[in-house]
């Protein structure tokens, strides 16, 4: 729907942001909400963080982009998945993560960690 700029310096901003095991999370998703958000003491905030860009390209006729590892540190915090959301577009999802299962962080940190920027591993591939 052409919503989406992932232009990685002039492009839209995206933030990701973490759910518990009771979200409804999925293909009927269509902008960030605060319910089931997860909550920290500390490290972690409404909305989630800041996801940097880096880059998109174009290879054997996929096109791809992923973002660089997100960590929320001192946090405390139970998570069953994420969104990914575009905050220039009227908080439009980009992509629901689903982590598998619950994953926890006691006063540590919490790291996203995305795949490589590969046509066969990155997080947003078209083919």
Same mark, same amino acid.
């Given at each position: ?9 002039? +492009? ?7 759910? $518990? *095991? *009771?979200? %409804?999370? /999925?293909?009927?998703? $269509? *902008?960030?909400? $605060? /319910?089931?958000?997860?909550? *920290? !003491?500390?490290?972690?905030?409404? /909305?989630?963080?800041?996801? @940097?860009?880096?880059? #998109?390209?174009?290879? #054997?006729? &996929?096109?791809? $982009? ?6 929320? %540190?001192?946090?405390?915090? &139970?998570?069953? +998945?994420?969104?990914?959301?575009? &905050? ?5 999802? @980009?992509? @629901?993560?689903?982590? /598998? +299962?619950?994953? #926890? ?5 919490? %790291?996203?960690?995305? !795949?490589?920027?590969? &046509? ?8």
């Amino acid at each position: 729907e052409a919503k989406h700029d992932f232009t990685q310096t002039t +492009g839209d901003k995206f933030k990701l942001a973490m759910y $518990t *095991s *009771s979200a %409804t999370l /999925g293909k009927s998703t $269509t *902008s960030f909400t $605060t /319910g089931n958000q997860v909550t *920290s !003491p500390s490290g972690y905030s409404s /909305g989630g963080g800041a996801l @940097v860009n880096t880059g #998109t390209s174009l290879a #054997t006729n &996929t096109a791809i $982009t992923d973002f660089a590892d997100l960590s929320f %540190t001192n946090v405390t915090l &139970t998570a069953r +998945g994420a969104l990914i959301y575009n &905050t220039s577009n009227s908080n439009s999802a @980009v992509a @629901v993560l689903d982590f /598998g +299962g619950d994953k #926890t962080a006691t006063s540590g940190t919490f %790291t996203i960690q995305f !795949p490589a920027f590969t &046509t066969s591993a990155a997080i947003l591939r078209i083919a």
